[in-house]
């Protein structure tokens, strides 16, 4: 796949939202897919590989925020879940899992000698379920379905003799939901296609499917004539938790008469963890069932209620994928595109090539510095890894050392012919031309209006693009001037009454936007959408952070300070904004938009305390929460967890080691508390 544009990004996303969405319910709610699960993983890695690199063109209808497919049209009973059914995050490299363990210990700041236990068993590749006991008697059973809403199939789970009708053994808790994976054996699913087959009728794609066809059924008797299994490996809402650790309460219910994984381990390091994996990736061909991966998970319960979730999975847990194929091909040609903020982004071109069941043909080589790396010229013959990473990259280069000239990098815009530079200590390669750009103008003016941005309905890609031609539009500005050219967009082919006038009443919607979308829209660097919000929370308003920008233009080292005691916001934040509006044009384009929009001001939605709208600042090494922890905390309360003490500073925390903000507190006669008094005060808020 080549590198593409932040205009074909936020296309591609909105393909591969809608195709994700149509094969979710192809596969999760019809039992009857179109696709392979490794051509549905390649989408969803993808949409993940896209959203990585561009987090701030995120849908809200995004795959990645979803857990399995709505429950639609069915004949089995909807059942809303007490308890959210959540999804994993992926990892697929020995790198993947180091930094998941490092991240565990850095946000619940674990000192480097106390040890991490975590479990690991293999990942099943089955069909979700809940199923509820109350006194230990079933009382339901649920599919995940979207992670909110399932379907009712306890009269076909009851047929599935892994799955007791009532627990046995040990104290059992008034009610506890047991979550696992039905599934069906690679042999019983040979036999039921068999037999299939002999019928005449529809074969099943593969276990999984055939798992999930066979219970979703409304006939319970057809489930029943169906080899399905079932292995737990969690639990949802309960009454009690029979262990303080993930290990100890899934011996519980193997223990209550519920199959889980014979593999699960409880591991104590790294290596180990990474053994046990190797050790199930060997074992894989030979087990009854398909897996495609290794689950971990932090074993301790209370760390685990600490680390919470983000998004849709647990931050306490991820599955360590099988990794996927590389193939060998030849390097054609090395082409570089210009992407909205100047970047020039150099593309592979390839022989096309096979790789884990998906043709490719377009490689992306990152940069100046990758290529150089990799010393990679066309001509060269290269291997190419698709992996998780969805756009496919070049690991290994098995030409570099034929004696050809090494490829050189282009000083200059191969768009507009403008110097092209690299800032100092950056490897990113930019044009330095700007608006007078075409790359770069009209995917400005597109990332203005984009759903993340402005979110203006009917200005696409295409529509820009002719708009600029025509000369209706050439800054951001004149978007909401097109009223005044209403008759000329109806002259032209394609524009009809109706469709203009909803044009430009999407327009004029936008005119009181929302003030962190307005500055996100500007397309300033290192302002992504998270920092233009963390802006106009901390200044109050767009033209405030405006103020502010001129200010840092005029080199004012107080606007330095201010910018960067904002919690995670740096020097490079502070200088891009005065940079920004250092440019004449782009003071002028903020003041020309200012004039014909009006961005509301910031509403924050923290609960009202005595510390609303006050400012924190942490100090010292924290040693009962991590500074993540902390930040949350302040949040909750209304505050704003700054960076750096000012006048401005209302309390700081202090744990062990506090050093020159505590003596800059003192001077500045800052209240300072130290960690048992700021959960004192957590508590009484």
């Known amino acids: ?216 059924q409304k006939d319970a008797k057809v489930t029943a004539a169906r080899p399905l299994r079932f292995l737990a490996h969690g639990w949802g809402v309960a009454s009690e938790v029979p262990g303080d650790t993930q ?33 199930i990736e060997a074992q894989r061909a030979d087990l009854p069932y398909d897996i495609d991966g290794v689950v971990y998970k932090v074993d301790r319960l209370d760390w685990q209620a600490r680390l919470g979730f983000v998004a849709k999975a647990p931050r306490w847990a991820l599955a360590h994928k099988f990794p996927a194929e590389r193939a060998e091909t030849t390097l054609q040609a090395i082409d570089i595109q210009v992407g909205r903020t100047g970047k020039l982004t150099p593309v592979g071109r390839l022989t096309p090539v096979t790789v884990g069941g998906v043709v490719v043909s377009n490689v992306t080589l990152h940069n100046r510095d990758e290529i150089a790396r990799l010393g990679v010229r066309p001509g060269d013959r290269v291997v190419v890894q698709r992996a998780g990473d969805v756009i496919p990259q070049v690991v290994e280069n098995l030409t570099r050392d034929e004696p050809r000239e090494p490829y050189a990098f282009p000083d200059h815009c191969p768009v507009c012919a403008s110097e092209a530079v690299a800032e100092e200590g950056e490897v990113d390669v930019r044009c330095t031309g700007g608006l007078i750009c075409g790359a770069q103008k009209l995917e400005r003016l597109r990332h203005f209006v984009s759903r993340a941005a402005l979110d203006i309905d009917g200005l696409g890609e295409r529509t820009i693009a002719e708009f600029l031609e025509a000369g209706l539009i050439d800054r951001p500005g004149d978007i909401f001037r097109l009223k005044q050219h209403r008759a000329a967009i109806l002259a032209r082919e394609g524009w009809q009454e109706k469709s203009v006038d909803n044009l430009l009443a999407s327009i004029e919607a936008r005119r009181g936007a929302d003030p962190g979308r307005f500055l996100f829209a500007l397309g300033i660097r290192h302002v992504g959408s998270v920092t233009a919000k963390d802006l106009v929370k901390a200044f109050g308003s767009a033209e405030a952070v405006g103020a502010i920008g001129h200010r840092l233009a005029a080199g004012e080292v107080e606007a330095v300070a201010e910018v960067t005691s904002i919690d995670g916001i740096g020097p490079a934040v502070a200088e891009a904004l005065g940079d920004f509006f250092h440019e004449p044009h782009n003071a002028e384009l903020f003041d020309d938009l200012i004039a014909e929009v009006r961005p509301a001001a910031f509403v924050s939605t923290a609960r009202e305390t005595e510390w609303s709208g006050k400012t924190i600042v942490f100090t010292g090494k924290l040693e009962t929460m991590s500074r993540d922890e902390a930040k949350a905390q302040a949040e909750r309360l209304g505050a704003k967890a700054a960076g750096s003490i000012s006048a401005k500073t209302d309390l700081l925390v202090a744990g062990p080691g506090a050093g020159s903000k505590l003596k800059k507190a003192a001077e500045l006669g800052v209240r300072v508390v130290d960690e048992a008094e700021w959960a004192d005060i957590m508590r009484s808020a």
Request: net charge negative.
């Open 1 to 216: 796949m080549a590198v593409l544009t932040e205009a074909e990004v936020a296309i591609e996303l909105q393909r591969l939202a809608k195709k994700i969405a149509h094969h979710n319910r192809r596969y999760h709610a019809e039992d009857s897919p179109e696709i392979s699960d490794a051509d549905y993983d390649a989408l969803v890695r993808r949409n993940n590989e896209l959203e990585a690199a561009f987090p701030h063109l995120i849908r809200a209808d995004s795959p990645s925020r979803m857990v399995g497919a709505a429950v639609e049209a069915s004949p089995l009973m909807k059942v809303r879940h007490e308890q959210r059914m959540m999804s994993l995050d992926n990892g697929f490299s020995d790198e993947d899992i180091a930094e998941f363990v490092a991240r565990v210990r850095r946000y619940l700041a674990l000192p480097e000698g106390e040890m991490l236990a975590l479990t690991a068993e293999d990942k099943i590749d089955g069909l979700s379920l809940s199923l509820r006991y109350q006194d230990g008697v079933l009382v339901r059973a649920a599919t995940r379905g979207d992670g909110e809403v399932g379907e009712d199939v306890t009269a076909n789970v009851r047929m599935i003799g892994d799955i007791p009708q009532r627990l046995e053994g040990g104290i059992i808790p008034a009610v506890f939901e047991i979550r696992g994976e039905v599934y069906m054996s690679k042999q019983d699913f040979t036999a039921l296609n068999a037999a299939q087959a002999e019928r005449e009728e529809k074969l099943f794609a593969n276990p999984r499917n055939a798992a999930a066809g066979s219970l979703r």
């Open 247 to 279: 290990h100890a309460v899934v011996q519980a219910i193997a223990g209550w008469g519920v199959p889980v994984s014979p593999l699960l381990r409880r591991l104590e390091s790294l290596e180990e963890l990474l053994a046990h994996y190797r050790s």
